[in-house]
């Protein structure tokens, strides 16, 4: 117990702890550093294999936190005669992406690495394209969407067939049936309004 919890009793003279202030001004060293993974994990999985899939699913939360920002940019951002539809649209996309950065990050736990998680931290390591802070019009933020989809997409393809070259079952079916099948679906419905079809009279 640190010393500014314990309290001089004004009866006994004796040390008594301090039960009601906060101890908050704690500092220490951290206890893992990012790209490790704990040594010794009774998973089933050695520790190189899950050095590896720890790395490429970093990469892959990085991508995934800048998409579903992107959405929610999209979601405040978007105009036009769509905007009820892609206004709603959007902000269930950002929740799904949400899901998907949590089964991410805690994968990456569970496997005895350390998961990103800052702002500053995901800018650094994303692959998708930064996106100016200034408004722009729905095709644009279709496509962009569109885009940061592709690569997510292309790369969790690649990250499932190596977490089963691997062994790593569980990383495998975290890609496939989560990220992958997420992905795909908002890609059907985002992409969907980027086709010029009448809505009245056929052609």
Do not use: C
């Not at 405040?76 to 929740?95: C, E, I, M, R, S």
């Not at 079952?169 to 890609?175: F, H, K, R």
């Amino acid at each position: 117990m640190s010393s500014n919890a314990l309290k001089e009793s004004p009866k006994t003279n004796a040390k008594v702890a301090d039960l009601i202030t906060p101890n908050w001004r704690q500092h220490a060293k951290s206890i893992q550093k990012y790209g490790t993974v704990v040594k010794d994990l009774p998973i089933g999985l050695d520790a190189s294999a899950r050095q590896e899939i720890v790395g490429r699913l970093n990469l892959l939360l990085a991508d995934t936190i800048t998409l579903r920002d992107l959405y929610k940019k999209s979601h405040w951002q978007v105009g036009g005669p769509t905007f009820y539809q892609l206004h709603l649209l959007f902000d269930k996309h950002a929740g799904e992406q949400s899901e998907l950065v949590d089964e991410l990050a805690e994968r990456i736990q569970m496997l005895g690495g350390v998961s990103i998680a800052m702002a500053h931290d995901v800018a650094a390591n994303t692959r998708i394209e930064r996106v100016p802070i200034d408004r722009e019009e729905v095709p644009v933020q279709i496509s962009r969407l569109l885009d940061a989809h592709h690569l997510i997409l292309k790369d969790a393809r690649d990250l499932a067939e190596k977490a089963d070259d691997l062994g790593d079952v569980g990383t495998n079916d975290l890609i496939a049936s989560s990220v992958v099948r997420t992905n795909e679906m908002q890609v059907w419905f985002v992409s969907e309004h980027l086709v010029e079809m009448p809505l009245v009279f056929a052609r």
